[in-house]
């Protein structure tokens, strides 16, 4: 088996348009037994010969014949060489790399509502897989700017006991933000059904920074996928740091209480120099 440092080349099987700007690339490694074992949420470094190497949330897994795929939302060179890919093109893969997200017992949880914001649904749709495949009951809560950027719809429906899309313009779905619908879900609900729900979440920071307070409001767990420009994604660059903590290696899912402490959460990134932009700047 290859340690997760080395890179493997692997063979594009398919490209699947997803939308305009967004591409789900499928392929398939040689080396099985070091990716079966990866937890949603973790992520790989990407090679793309001749453009750049970029971080990469897995968004397919599929055990029989052994598959794994990534969803790209074209937004610069890198991505865009992504999603101009074609079957049989080569690329690198390194990884998994870092924490993906924690299952909790059914002892204590029995429902797990997934919150994605745009090209965030590429970690939590696996995830979300997961959960309905270990009998926790599933929400959930879809949105993006418009209905073209909403991917995976029918995916979502399939492992769902109950699923909601919103658009910002309001063409699919609840007019309006997703953490509007987070809002109404947990407004229905008793504080015993609130104790025994754990979120999952990922998209826009500013998404994120909503459902946070929420969650405390409501007092619900969650757990927060992170995203930061990565180089190394090992460790050892400190591009991705966020108020001490290196989102390669300590994220980049962050439990709610990790969340708290880190003061850039919602504030600030930084650039690919390493220079602290705030988040405002910052295009998602
Ligand atoms: C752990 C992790 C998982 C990710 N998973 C996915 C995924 O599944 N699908 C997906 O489409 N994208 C994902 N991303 C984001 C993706 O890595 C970036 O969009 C990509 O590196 C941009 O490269 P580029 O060369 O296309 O754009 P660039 O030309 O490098 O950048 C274009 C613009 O995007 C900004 N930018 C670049 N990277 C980031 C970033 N990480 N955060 C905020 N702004 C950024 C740049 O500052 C610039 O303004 C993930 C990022 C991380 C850290
Ligand atoms: S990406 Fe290099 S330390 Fe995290």
Excluded at 80 to 86: D, E, G, N, P, R
Excluded at 127 to 140: H, I, K, L, Q
Excluded at 162 to 174: A, C, K, L, M, P
Aim: hydrophobic share 40%; glycine share 10%.
């Amino acid at each position: 088996m290859r340690a997760p440092g080395e890179m493997e080349m692997v063979k594009v099987l398919k490209v699947i348009k997803e939308s305009s700007s967004i591409s789900t690339v499928l392929f398939s490694p040689v080396h099985i037994g070091r990716w079966s074992g990866l937890v949603p949420g973790q992520f790989l470094m990407v090679w793309i010969p001749g453009t750049d190497e970029v971080p990469m949330s897995v968004s397919f897994l599929k055990r029989e014949p052994f598959r794994m795929g990534m969803t790209v939302q074209n937004i610069g060179e890198a991505t865009q060489a992504l999603c101009s890919l074609k079957q049989g093109d080569w690329i690198g893969i390194r990884g998994p790399y870092g924490y993906g997200f924690n299952l909790p017992s059914n002892v204590d949880k029995d429902l797990i509502i997934g919150v994605s914001g745009g090209v965030g649904a590429a970690s939590t749709i696996l995830a979300m897989e997961w959960a309905r495949s270990e009998d926790f009951r599933t929400v959930n809560l879809v949105g993006a700017r418009d209905r073209s950027l909403l991917v995976f719809r029918d995916r979502w429906r399939s492992i769902s006991d109950e699923v909601r899309f919103s658009t910002d313009d309001g063409s699919f779905g609840h007019k309006g933000l997703v953490g509007d619908l987070l809002n109404m879900e947990l407004l229905a609900m008793s504080d015993h059904e609130r104790q025994r729900t754990m979120v999952f979440t990922c998209g826009p920071e500013i998404m994120m920074v909503q459902v946070k307070r929420l969650l405390d409001q409501f007092g619900v767990e969650g757990q927060f996928s992170l995203e930061r420009f990565m180089k190394c994604g090992i460790g050892l660059c400190d591009s991705c740091s966020a108020s001490g903590k290196r989102v390669c290696m300590d994220g980049p899912v962050f439990s709610g209480d990790a969340i708290s402490l880190l003061r850039d959460f919602g504030r600030s990134h930084r650039d690919r120099s390493g220079r602290p932009l705030p988040l405002k700047e910052c295009v998602r």
